[in-house]
């Protein structure tokens, strides 16, 4: 599985951007997918999950209502529009796969082998 971020860039805060993730080979066998940021000298932390065929989403707190994901499986595609956005999501932020994986109580953990993508960087300002 091939996973390509686009659609990072530098926007002022409140303001909106959306990520993109192009996903291409043996992606029949993805059940979740997700998006995933890093901020230097932080963890990589997860941000959105969708999963169960694309009917279910989960939201780490600190975006709930302020990031939307969706995925386009038609053209293997998988989004993260990002709403009233805010210095601290300044961050790396990355495209994420798996056949399966656990969710629950808000978060989701992907089961290996897990497929990641280069990163699109997000600068808030």
């Known amino acids: 599985v091939q996973l390509v971020e686009s659609g990072g860039g530098s926007v002022q805060a409140g303001g909106s951007l959306r990520v993109s993730c192009a996903a291409s080979?043996?992606?029949?066998?993805?059940?979740?997918m997700g998006w995933y940021r890093q901020s230097p000298a932080k963890e990589r932390e997860g941000v959105a999950w969708?999963?169960?065929?694309?009917?279910?989403?989960y939201y780490t707190d600190s975006v709930k209502g302020r990031f939307t994901i969706s995925q386009d499986t038609a053209k293997q595609m998988l989004y993260l529009q990002m709403d009233s956005l805010k210095p601290e999501d300044t961050a790396m932020y990355y495209c994420?796969?798996?056949?399966?994986?656990?969710?629950?109580?808000?978060?989701?953990?992907?089961?290996?082998?897990?497929?990641w993508g280069q990163g699109t960087q997000v600068t808030v300002s």
């Open positions: 994420a796969a798996a056949q399966g994986c656990d969710c629950y109580r808000g978060s989701c953990e992907f089961r290996a082998p897990i497929y």
């Open positions: 080979e043996y992606t029949e066998s993805i059940n979740c």
């Open positions: 969708v999963f169960e065929g694309g009917r279910s989403t």
